[in-house]
Each structure stands twice: as C-alpha cells, then as structure tokens.
C-alpha cells in the first residue's frame, strides 16, 4: 500500500475534510481558525500534517490567504461529497431512532385488507410520513414462517384459535362484534297437507 493509499484509508479524518472545505470557503487561515474554534496555528498544523500525510501540497499560500491547488480541489470537492453524505446519514439515523421514517414489512391477511389495514396505514403515515410500507397478502400458515424468518415485521390479521407464538408479541387491535344471524323459514302449513 503507497503513502496516499495508507494515509486516505488510516488516518484521514472527518475535521481534515472540514478543514480542507473551510480553507475552500474562506481562503484564510485566521478566519477558519475562528470558525472551527482553534488557533491558527492550530489550523496551519493540521493543513501541513494533512499535506505531508498525503504527500503533496494542498494549497498555496498567498499574501490573500490560501489557494487550493489542483490537488486540493480534488479532495476539496470529494470532502464535501463525504460531509454531505454523512450529514444524510446523520439525519436519516435520527429519523430511524424517532420513528418519523424507515421500512416496514407488512403481512396481511385478506379479511383485513378492506378495513383494518387502511386505517392502520393511514395513522402510520400521519405520524412517520417518511415510512415506506410492504404489503404482503397471505395466509397465516404462509406469513408466519415469513414472520419467524425476518422477511415480515408483523402481520395484520385475525389469530387462529390454535396458534402457539408464545415467542411472538400480539396486539389487539380491534374486537369484532359476533352478530348471530338466523334463517327463518316461512313455512306454511296447510292444515289440509298433513
């Protein structure tokens, strides 16, 4: 592994890359010091460490201040590629830990899909806007290994009488109302035809 190799993938750190975009924007070590909170002096060793790590000059000094060097605007444009793509991850990460976005494997059984499933959908987005959902429509005996297995989160639906899932969490969602219908029949009965 050469010196550029060894030195980009150990000891390039992220406050190097905002260094180098704070000299970018700045062009002056003193300004970049007060930004960053450091002395000058501060700013100017970690430029030259920076510098003699990687083997090359990342700017030139001037009597204005700083000028990136051809080099420099190389590292300088993929340090905010870096920057940015670690402030994503930084705000995606919260997202994930308040819940206001994510992914979610949803089974379902047929029976809820027109009512329960809706609703339930419905108050996820109200409150995690960001969430992408997948459907899965089966049945128990085809969702439950999915669910065992990790390829579901949770499964929306009725629980048969016998299932055992003592390792499984439920929830009630809603009781259904049991309404006994009954067939009468109008039977005549003509005194004549029995």
């Known amino acids: 592994m050469d010196q550029l190799d060894s030195y980009l993938r150990v000891n390039l750190k992220p406050r190097h890359l905002q260094l180098l975009v704070a000299l970018d924007d700045f062009h002056n070590l003193s300004k970049v010091a007060v930004i960053t909170h450091v002395t000058q002096p501060a700013v100017s060793k970690t430029l030259a460490e920076l510098e003699r790590g990687l083997g090359m000059k990342l700017f030139d000094r001037t009597a204005r201040g700083v000028e990136p060097t051809a080099y420099g605007q190389c590292l300088i444009r993929h340090a905010r590629t870096v920057l940015d793509d670690l402030n994503k991850a930084r705000d995606e990460l919260r997202d994930l830990m308040s819940g206001a976005s994510g992914k979610i494997s949803v089974g379902t059984l047929p029976a809820a899909i027109p009512v329960l499933l809706p ?18 429509e089966g049945t ?16 929306v639906g009725r629980l048969p009488d016998n299932l055992s899932a003592s390792d499984l969490g439920t929830k009630v ?17 003509d005194a004549g035809s029995l």
């Open 119 to 136: 609703r339930s959908l419905a108050l996820l987005k109200k409150h995690s806007p960001g969430t992408s959902v997948a459907l899965r």
């Open 140 to 155: 128990m005996e085809t969702l439950m290994p999915e669910l065992r297995q990790g390829k579901l989160d949770v499964i």
């Open 173 to 189: 969602l809603s009781e259904e109302p049991v309404t006994l219908l009954d067939v009468i029949a109008d039977v005549k009965h």
